[in-house]
């Protein structure tokens, strides 16, 4: 079984101050993990991604995201928060080995004030 | 580059009608996936495929059917509309091949159910 668990609704985050949305997760053996963001009224776009290695991931949008296997959590990040970055955020994983159809989260809304 | 294509974008149904969603993807993908998202509750499955002819249940697949003849083609069918089905739905595929994996979606269908 797969899943992942974003525990908060909603971030609210000044413009220029860094940014953090949290993601853990539970699989029965090494994850592979993703971001997705989703912008007002369009479809869901690919953020970032953890295989293996570096456990530190750079993706779109200057947006980082860090793997911690004991803590099981996969937060997004990013150092200075833009207004634009406002949208719905979505982690998810998959089981390496398994079904390439991963498990999303309930999603976590980040609102970016100017 | 059309990528994937969901249609019809917006429908609206009365309660035991039936319909098929529309989903196409032409980067010759071998998986793909059906998602429905609801307010607090994130992306969930309904159905996905692994390829031509094969197809699965996901987490939420009762009310609907999936096909899978082509490649190119999933389309999902609602074969007795319910309010409980007033929902926005996903069509992703995916290569699913390691470093260069990740979901592509489609635009969505808004469907709501009288």
């Known amino acids: 079984a797969q899943s992942v668990a974003q525990p908060e609704d909603q971030v609210n985050v000044a413009e220029g101050n860094p940014l953090t949305v949290k993601c853990t997760y539970s699989?029965?053996?090494?994850?592979?993990l993703f971001w997705y963001v989703q912008y007002p009224n369009r479809g869901l776009q690919f953020l970032l991604k953890y295989i293996t290695g570096d456990n530190l991931v750079k993706g779109s949008y200057g947006f980082e995201a860090e793997f911690n296997k004991s803590q099981t959590s996969f937060h997004l990040k990013k150092p200075s928060a833009l207004v634009s970055d406002s949208a719905l955020y979505f982690c998810?994983?998959?089981?390496?080995?398994?079904?390439?159809?991963?498990?999303f989260g309930r999603g976590t809304s980040l609102i970016v004030h100017p | 580059n059309a990528g994937v294509t969901q249609t019809p974008k917006f429908q609206v149904l009365k309660t035991g009608q039936s319909m098929t969603l529309q989903c196409a993807q032409d980067?010759?993908?071998?998986?793909m996936s059906w998602y429905r998202q609801d307010p607090g509750m994130g992306l969930r499955l309904i159905h996905y495929?692994?390829?031509?002819?094969?197809?699965d249940q996901g987490e939420v697949p009762n009310g609907y059917n999936v096909s899978r003849s082509t490649t190119e083609d999933f389309p999902l069918r609602l074969l007795s509309a319910a309010p409980s089905q007033t929902s926005v739905y996903f069509c992703?595929?995916?290569?699913?091949?390691?470093?260069?994996?990740?979901?592509?979606f489609g635009s969505g269908t808004q469907l709501s159910v009288l």
């Open positions: 992703a595929s995916s290569s699913g091949q390691g470093y260069n994996e990740k979901l592509f």
């Open positions: 495929s692994v390829g031509a002819g094969i197809t």
């Open positions: 998810a994983v998959r089981l390496s080995g398994g079904s390439y159809i991963p498990t």
């Open positions: 980067m010759n993908h071998e998986y």
């Open positions: 699989v029965s053996g090494n994850p592979y």
